[in-house]
T-cell receptor, first 109, second 114 residues
Framework: GDSVTQMEGPVTLSEEAFLTINCTYTATGYPSLFWYVQYPGEGLQLLLKATKADDKGSNKGFEATYRKETTSFHLEKGSVQVSDSAVYFCALSDDKIIFGKGTRLHILP | DAGVIQSPRHEVTEMGQEVTLRCKPISGHNSLFWYRQTMMRGLELLIYFNNNVPIDDSGMPEDRFSAKMPNASFSTLKIQPSEPRDSAVYFC????????????FGDGTRLSIL
C-alpha cells in the first residue's frame, strides 16, 4: 500500500542554517503531496503542497519539489529562524491521506 | 473565518469513565477526520466521514471507541469505558472533499485517563 517515509529527528540547527528534511513515498497512483507543520500545543497546519510531478510548493520561505523519478518531496529552507522550531509532517493523499511519522526541528539562537 | 473547533481542550478523568470529545468542522467542508497522536505511535487516523457517513473506521482501536456525525456541523468521538492507554491528544480535521484536498486541523483535546 501507499506509504511515506521521512527522516527521523530531532534535527537541531543554528539560526540562519540551511534546512533539508527528507521525505520519500510509495504510491500506486498519482497522489498529491503535502508538508504540514505542528507548533507546540496546536494542531497540524498545511505548510505547502504539490499536486503533480515537477510542481514546486512554497510558503514562508519553505520549498519542496514533487520528484516522481525519485519519489521524493524533500522540504528545504535557505535560512531557518528560531520560530521555525516545530514538528514537520510529510503526507501523501490519493484516496485518503497518509502521514509520515514527523520530524522534530530545533533551531538554536 | 472560524477554523475547526474542538472541545474540551483538556480532559482528565478516571479509568472506566465515559469520555466524549466534540468537533465542529469548518462550514462547507464535507469530510471529517478523527486522529490520535501519541509519542509512541505518532499520528493515527481513527475514522473518517464523508457527507456525514463513516467511510473507513479501520483505525478505531477497539469496540470501546465509537464516533458519530449526526449532521454536517458536529461530530463526537466517544470512549466507553476509558483506560489509561487511551491517554493521548485527539485531533479532528475537516476538508472540502477528500483525497487530494488538504485537511484543516483543530487544536486537539489532550486526554488523560488516570
Amino acid at each position: 500500500g501507499d506509504s511515506v517515509t521521512q527522516m527521523e529527528g530531532p534535527v537541531t540547527l543554528s539560526e540562519e542554517a540551511f534546512l533539508t528534511i527528507n521525505c520519500t513515498y510509495t504510491a500506486t497512483g498519482y497522489p498529491s503531496l503535502f508538508w504540514y507543520v505542528q507548533y507546540p500545543g496546536e494542531g497540524l497546519q498545511l505548510l505547502l503542497k504539490a499536486t503533480k510531478a515537477d510542481d514546486k510548493g512554497s510558503n514562508k520561505g519553505f520549498e519542496a519539489t514533487y520528484r516522481k523519478e525519485t519519489t521524493s518531496f524533500h522540504l528545504e529552507k535557505g535560512s531557518v529562524q528560531v520560530s521555525d522550531s516545530a514538528v514537520y509532517f510529510c503526507a501523501l493523499s490519493d484516496d485518503k491521506i497518509i502521514f509520515g511519522k514527523g520530524t522534530r526541528l530545533h533551531i538554536l539562537p | 473565518d472560524a477554523g475547526v473547533i474542538q472541545s474540551p481542550r483538556h480532559e482528565v478523568t478516571e479509568m472506566g469513565q465515559e469520555v466524549t470529545l466534540r468537533c465542529k468542522p469548518i462550514s462547507g467542508h464535507n469530510s471529517l477526520f478523527w486522529y490520535r497522536q501519541t509519542m509512541m505511535r505518532g499520528l493515527e487516523l481513527l475514522i473518517y466521514f464523508n457527507n456525514n457517513v463513516p467511510i473507513d473506521d479501520s483505525g478505531m482501536p477497539e469496540d470501546r471507541f465509537s464516533a458519530k456525525m449526526p449532521n454536517a456541523s458536529f461530530s463526537t468521538l466517544k470512549i466507553q469505558p476509558s483506560e489509561p492507554r487511551d491517554s493521548a491528544v485527539y485531533f479532528c480535521a475537516s476538508s472540502l472533499g477528500w483525497g487530494f484536498q488538504p485537511q484543516h486541523f483543530g487544536d486537539g483535546t489532550r486526554l488523560s485517563i488516570l
